[in-house]
Each structure stands twice: as structure tokens, then as C-alpha cells.
């Protein structure tokens, strides 16, 4: 086996459940993939220049990154989406041209797939039955958009922040994952409230024996009831 094609193996592996290229044969997911290099990213790297994203379409392989906006009046962040392994970015550059107004922060040490815009998007028009590997991923992504307005505009903060655990429940494993070790001041970006508010939250469902919390961690501890609480806040929302 070549030292080239090593990485190609390996990255192939690592993005099995990528949603945009898992239906892919495995010629097209090679020639797909020989677009990228790696890149790392170290914790805390801020994505502020939306010329970077609009000429460059990324995969992530390891880490997470928040996708975010900020009020220009206030300087109030609101996360938008938490991007981990197999998402990619940024997909509406790729689908409309335009450039984006959003940012991004690594909240860990990352790993990515970098390539131009231009060469994907001659990919795609070269291939163009690969498209249909986008629409699915970019309507989960607006689902989960659409349902993200709706919590923001309808339902009060205990029912955002009760609604957030659930979601992010491994429900195989009944692991609290991806927002599990966050501090306070980024689960409340994700739910459009603050620090203070949030900590209050968290300690009511503390002392309900729902969740545990520890210095750098958050852990589930009565699944059942974190569900239960929050059938009960939409029933009579």
C-alpha cells in the first residue's frame, strides 16, 4: 500500500456515516475525497472571515465546532448548529454561491478536510448524480433549523434546556454526548438564555436527581425523568 493512499484509507474509514458521500462507490468517494487535504485546527480557533468559507468546503473529521451568529447591537452569541465528525460546512455556500453570515469556533482540538469550493463544485457538475447525497443532508440540517426557531419562539427556557438534554441522550448507551462537558455560558448560546439562568435550571434538575454535575462534566442520571418532565412542560405549554 503507498504512503498516499494510506490517508485516503484512513479518512475513508473515519467518515463511513458522513451522510454526504456514504452512498458513494468507493470510486467516487476515492476521486471525492482526493479534492481534500487535512487541516488542524487548535481549540478555541475562531472562523471570523467569511471569504475562508466561501472558497473553501469543509469535512470534519474529529472535534467540535459551533456554527454561531452575533447581535451587532448587543454582542449576544447564539449557536446555531453543534458540527462534529462527519458534518460538513459550509453547505450553503455550496448550494446558492452566496457567502454566508455566520461564524465558527473550535470548542476542541480539530481535525478537518479542506478543499476549494470551485474544485467541488466541478465536482459535482461533473457528477451530477451525486447531488442527491446533499438534499438529505441539508434538509436534516433545516429540520433541525426549523425545530431549533420554533423552541426559541415558543417554549420557555426550562422546556429549551430540557429538550436540549434529551436530543443529545445517546438513547442506546443513556449517555449525555457532545454537549456533556460544556460550560454553562455555551449551553445557554444554545438556547438563546445566559449563564445565571442556566445554572439555576441545571441545579433544579440536580436536586430532582435527573442530572449530576461535576467540575467538568454533566451526566444523565434519570432519563426516564428528564422525558417525563418534558412531556409534561409541552403539554400544558
Known amino acids: 500500500m503507498g504512503k498516499k493512499q494510506e490517508p485516503m484509507i484512513k479518512n475513508q474509514q473515519r467518515l463511513k456515516d458522513c451522510e454526504l458521500i456514504r452512498k458513494m462507490d468507493s470510486k467516487s468517494m476515492e476521486n471525492f475525497l482526493a479534492l481534500f487535504h487535512e487541516e488542524r485546527w ?3 480557533t475562531c472562523i471570523l472571515n467569511q471569504e475562508k468559507l466561501f472558497y473553501h468546503f469543509y469535512i470534519i473529521l474529529s472535534g467540535r465546532i459551533k456554527m454561531y451568529q452575533v447581535d451587532d447591537i448587543n454582542g449576544k452569541e447564539l449557536t446555531l448548529f453543534l458540527l462534529t465528525q462527519n458534518d460538513v460546512f459550509d453547505l450553503y455556500c455550496l448550494l446558492d454561491g452566496t457567502k454566508h453570515n455566520v461564524y465558527y469556533e473550535c470548542l476542541d482540538d480539530t481535525k478537518v478536510l479542506a478543499a476549494p469550493m470551485k474544485d467541488i463544485r466541478k465536482w459535482l457538475k461533473d457528477n451530477p448524480e451525486h447531488y442527491e447525497q446533499i438534499l438529505p443532508y441539508a434538509g436534516k440540517q433545516l429540520r433541525m433549523l ?7 419562539t415558543f417554549a420557555d427556557i426550562s422546556t429549551r434546556l430540557l429538550s436540549l438534554l434529551v436530543k443529545n441522550v445517546n438513547h442506546k448507551s443513556q449517555n449525555l454526548e457532545l454537549i456533556d462537558d460544556l460550560p454553562n455560558k455555551e449551553i445557554a448560546n444554545l438556547i438563546r438564555s445566559t449563564r445565571a439562568v442556566v445554572n439555576r435550571h441545571l441545579q433544579k434538575l440536580k436536586q430532582l436527581g435527573s442530572i449530576k454535575i461535576s467540575r467538568k462534566k454533566m451526566e ?5 425523568l428528564l422525558i417525563n418532565l418534558l412531556a409534561e412542560k409541552k403539554k400544558y405549554k
Open 42 to 44: 487548535p481549540k478555541n
Open 146 to 152: 426549523e425545530d431549533f426557531v420554533s423552541d426559541i
Open 220 to 224: 444523565v442520571k434519570n432519563l426516564k
